[in-house]
């Protein structure tokens, strides 16, 4: 399944601090060629913004157009404002498939490797496997397991008042949130990832979290002012 449209706003938050990936309507089921590799789609859908080169370009792709959305999502979180931001939609699209962004000084090593390689302009060098997430540096001291079954704390939890409650929440939310997120296999990384993004848009503890992750809490903008 490739989702097409990940940005920050598709994320939401239950009660309890766990998150999921929300808004499935550009998603797409790809089939499998021969031998077993996922095949392509050619639609142009989603936010500008995120879009990946490979479909401004209206060629072929895959799912390596998440990947890229996910890089967009954490230089956005890094530095509150997008990578290939400008004054108009032309020209921010134009840069987003000519120009290579200007990324952030002062970041750990592994956080500007994992940057650079989910922002690849070419879909055959770009990080885009779940594996190769898990692997890299910046995600040494996460729980993958403990993370997909919930166990891990969140290092916020909204206070809700009756009211609130009332009007927004149903006994059903907290298990439509993670049916929504592990929706498909395919779509556990994307969970991980937008742990990280509400973490990011409301705490700036970064005591919580260890590694690259406690980094990127610290250079984090507050998104209700953004």
Same mark, same amino acid.
């Given at each position: ?20 990936v ?44 998440d ?35 200007h ?6 090593e ?25 692997? *890299? =540096?910046? %995600? $040494?001291? !996460? ?6 079954? #919930? ?5 916020? @939890? ?20 993670? *049916? =929504?997120? %592990? $929706?498909? !296999? ?6 991980? #990832?937008?742990c990280?993004?509400?973490? @990011? ?24 002012n953004?």
């Amino acid at each position: 399944v490739v989702h097409r449209d990940l940005k920050l706003e598709n994320v939401l938050m239950a009660g309890s601090g766990h998150v999921a990936v929300s808004d499935f309507g550009a998603a797409k089921q790809l089939r499998r060629e021969p031998g077993g590799t996922l095949g392509t789609t050619t639609t142009v859908v989603g936010t500008p913004a995120y879009m990946a080169p490979e479909i401004l370009l209206n060629v072929p792709y895959g799912v390596g157009c998440d990947w890229w959305a996910l890089g967009v999502m954490l230089y956005t979180m890094l530095e509150g404002r997008l990578p290939f931001d400008a004054p108009n939609e032309a020209k921010m699209l134009w840069r987003i498939v000519k120009a290579k962004p200007h990324y952030p000084e002062g970041v750990q090593e592994s956080t500007s490797a994992l940057l650079r390689a989910l922002l690849q302009k070419r879909p055959e060098t770009r990080l885009a496997s779940f594996d190769a997430l898990r692997a *890299h =540096a910046f %995600f $040494a001291s !996460i729980d993958w397991d403990a993370l997909a079954e #919930l166990r891990v704390e969140p290092p916020f @939890v909204p206070t809700l008042d009756d009211e609130w409650k009332e009007n927004f929440i149903c006994d059903k939310t907290e298990t439509f949130l993670m *049916h =929504a997120a %592990f $929706a498909t !296999i395919t779509t556990t990384w994307v969970f991980a #990832l937008a742990c990280l993004c509400v973490m @990011v848009s409301i705490s700036k503890r970064c005591e919580y979290l260890p590694g690259g992750w406690s980094e990127l809490l610290s250079r984090a903008v507050d998104f209700k002012n953004y």
